[in-house]
Structure formats: structure tokens, C-alpha cells
T-cell receptor, first 114, second 112 residues
Framework: DAGITQSPRHKVTETGTPVTLRCHQT?????MYWYRQDPGHGLRLIHYSYGVKDTDKGEVSDGYSVSRSKTEDFLLTLESATSSQTSVYFC?????????????FGPGTRLTVT | KQEVTQIPAALSVPEGENLVLNCSFT??????LQWFRQDPGKGLTSLLLIQSSQREQTSGRLNASLDKSSGRSTLYIAASQPGDSATYLCAVPNSGYSTLTFGKGTMLLVSP
């Protein structure tokens, strides 16, 4: 299994508070991704990174920011959490240095915004 | 924009049956296609990656086929078992290849 961990695994927070989710990999892969998964919508890309300090937006990036200061860590921040951001968040890494797919996923973080 | 559709959305079969899951995509200019499995409350597990130059890829009781010209892929599961119960998702690269578009999945239930 690809060495991907996510923390925290579960979080409950209040509307308006900032939240940071962490993804850590031990594979030294260049590409890292953040997705959210919601019933009826499936998996949707939030942001991705193609190197240290290199990031780009995905399909549903509004309300989220990311940072990557080290190859192994990719942080997802909700600056001011809203109830619509209640979801399961998955991190993924790409096994190909050019990002040409095969992606491997972490175990997920279940976030509830009350 | 790439769109991916998976049919059926849910499937219930008795143990031992052979079954086929379908995935269709709108932009046939893909580099490859990936099938995943997701157990309830868990992350996605990569099952098969089939390259555009291949027509089939096999892993144990799983066989994935890819027909780029028609924009379709199928995942064949032979001799299904209750342990195969999960949601199966397919994903294809977007233009530029760095990101994927996922289907919404087929939820499979195999009954003993």
C-alpha cells in the first residue's frame, strides 16, 4: 500500500472556524491531490500540487486553500468553515512523476461543520 | 470537459455470478483509465490501470477492457464473492493528464 496518512481522521467544528487537514506521504511522489466526496456528487477535485510550492485549482476550489512547503506534506485549509463543507476529504498521490495517473488514496478525513 | 458515467448505479447478485460493470466517458483522447474499489467508510483502492494501448488488463478474477473509440470500459468480475461487495469507480484523465474525472460508481452487493 502507498504510504499516505491523513490527519485528523475525524473532526467536528463550528461554522466560521478555520480548519486545516494534513496529508502526509512517504513515497516522495511529486503530485498530490485533495478531493471531497459527497453523496450524489461523487469525488470532486479541490486542489492539487505538482511540486513544492506549486499548486493549482480543481473543480470545487472556492473556500479552500492549500500549501505544500515539503514534498511529503500537502495541507488543505478551510479559512472559515461552512456547513456546505461537511464532507469526507481524501488525499491522493500520483505514482507517476509526470502526474499521468495512477493515483493512490489515503484513508480520508470525515469533517462535520455544525 | 470530461464526463464519466457508470451504469448501473447499484447491482445486487447472488454469490458465484459473473458480472459486468460499465463505464463510459465523453472525451476519448485519454491516456489510460483506472478502476477503483471503495469499501464503506474507507478510501479508494486502485484495482486496475489500463493503458490506452491495451485492450484488456487482468488481475485475478477481475478483467478490465477499454475501447477508446466508443468511449467505454467494462470491469468483469468472475465468480463473485460476498467479499466483492463494495462501490466500484472508474476514472479517466482530463486534458493535460495531471488530474482525473471520476464516475459516481456502481454499488455492488453480493449475497451469500
Amino acid at each position: 500500500d502507498a504510504g499516505i496518512t491523513q490527519s485528523p481522521r475525524h473532526k467536528v467544528t463550528e461554522t466560521g472556524t478555520p480548519v486545516t487537514l494534513r496529508c502526509h506521504q512517504t513515497e516522495n511522489h511529486r503530485y498530490m491531490y485533495w478531493y471531497r466526496q459527497d453523496p450524489g456528487h461523487g469525488l470532486r477535485l479541490i486542489h492539487y500540487s505538482y511540486g513544492v510550492k506549486d499548486t493549482d485549482k480543481g473543480e470545487v476550489s472556492d473556500g479552500y486553500s492549500v500549501s505544500r512547503s515539503k514534498t511529503e506534506d500537502f495541507l488543505l485549509t478551510l479559512e472559515s468553515a461552512t456547513s456546505s463543507q461537511t464532507s469526507v476529504y481524501f488525499c491522493a498521490i500520483s505514482a507517476d512523476d509526470r502526474g499521468r495517473v495512477e493515483q493512490y488514496f489515503g484513508p480520508g478525513t470525515r469533517l462535520t461543520v455544525t | 470537459k470530461q464526463e464519466v458515467t457508470q451504469i448501473p448505479a447499484a447491482l445486487s447478485v447472488p454469490e458465484g455470478e459473473n458480472l459486468v460493470l460499465n463505464c463510459s466517458f465523453t472525451d476519448s483522447a485519454i491516456y489510460n483509465l483506472q478502476w477503483f474499489r471503495q469499501d464503506p467508510g474507507k478510501g479508494l483502492t486502485s484495482l486496475l490501470l489500463i493503458q490506452s494501448s491495451q485492450r484488456e488488463q487482468t488481475s485475478g478474477r477481475l478483467n478490465a477492457s477499454l475501447d477508446k473509440s466508443s468511449g467505454r470500459s467494462t470491469l468483469y468480475i468472475a465468480a463473485s464473492q460476498p467479499g466483492d461487495s463494495a462501490t466500484y469507480l472508474c476514472a479517466v484523465p482530463n486534458s493535460g493528464y495531471s488530474t482525473l474525472t471520476f464516475g459516481k460508481g456502481t454499488m455492488l452487493l453480493v449475497s451469500p
